[in-house]
């Protein structure tokens, strides 16, 4: 198998926060960006929807070679990753991989609560799906799980105003909503890539004393782990350092939202996704 | 040509406000309602996207034997309704009629001002496009018109935020940003089919003797008049007063909000918008 860069997916911007962690930590590879912004936000869409469009954007990074894709979306990855994983990936890729967010983050995140209760904030796909819940009980079967969709959240970062006042009264109103129904909760989880460009605000509401954690250096460090534990794999991605990004939608669009969440220039190519091509 | 229902079109249920007005002035045709929410919202994306997407959905219309297609979208009526209209119309249904929702806007807006100074509040897409403008001028060239994209109004409204205390930031600094611009508009219109949900915050935060117009009735006239004076096509709708609503998306979800946007209880069919097929 020729090498090729590692694929990281998200169905817009805010795979660009794993991202940047992962390239931080494991600068040597190559890797592709692919943003589906033109059928963004998948957050609230049904699974048979996200399945398709997550899908056909795996087998896009297949067509460039890709060795390895990186789900670096929660709904994608609670949606599509357990169905592409088991049914269509034996039939069209075997000897590839494709991995999630949901899975290193559950592995971890059990080790970060004293009282033995987390927060989880998502969109509403991923919370819907009880994907958290479930994972986490497998490896930490003593914590108990609450979680809260926050809708809002995503708009307010993709239109830029994750600094600005408006955001104060709807990262207040979810964080209270969660810490009413579980005041025992110490660890508050951002299970959705977009959520830590609010870190800011959500630190300005979160009592002292409760924690809130991103998901890039966990998922950059289970990458580091899983390369290194998988030998083929880590044989096949390319190395060199080069980064190219994808969008289904305006490119200037991208590069401008791009360059503010990686805090450096991005030059993105469009791509044309269509079912059946 | 056998009689069919008149087809309303939006990208979500944006498009809902806009058949409400329809359905009460004009009960007895046959109605379809698409709402291609598996794709949804349009307001950001490029030209090429919008017109795909549109397309594929006039296309469908088509299929169901719809004689006349409203989009009911002012994202898809300024990026996508001209090119349809010139170049595959002609082509695919010479005998069909597609119809959007800025041209029968700009026939009549103009009267409304005294002070001839005119403000359009829409999606980045519709205002970007610059069609107001344009199409003002063709009928008023007197008016002055100033356009600002608001493109936290629809994640307000479609996440049921619009009588929340979280919508004043958003609803307040859209409208001073857009009156200390030009502080001689005496009428601002809603050229986005989802802010007349917001209208009780916007009456809140606008100066007296400051109008501000939705679109409902004034395309609802306007099809009145344009089914009057095409007796060929009226003739192809199907009368008796049946609707039907459809989503490319969950239809739960549908009609959860459908019935929040209507007043009334709405229970859709799902349909898979595939390009090619």
New interface residues.
Partial sequence: MAQAPIGVFDSGYGGLTVFKSIRALLPGYDYIYLGD???APYG???FE?VHQYTLECVEWFFRMGCPLVILACNTASAKALRTIQQRELPLIAPEKRVLGVIRPTAEVIGNYTRTKSIGILGTKGTINSGSYELEIRKFFPEVRVHALAC??W???VE?G?YK???AD??VQ?YLEMLLTSAPDIDTILLACTHYPLLMDKIMKYLPTGIQAISQGEIVAESLEDYLYRHPEIEAAVSKGGKISFHT???TA?FDKHGSLFLDTKVKSEFVQM????
């Avoid at 269509?274 to 091509?277: A, K, L, M, S, Y």
């Fill in positions: 912004n033109g059928r609230n869409r049904s929807t809708p809002m995503v708009p307010i239109y105003e600005s006042p408006g009264y709807f109103q289904t939608d305006d669009d269509r079912t059946g091509i």
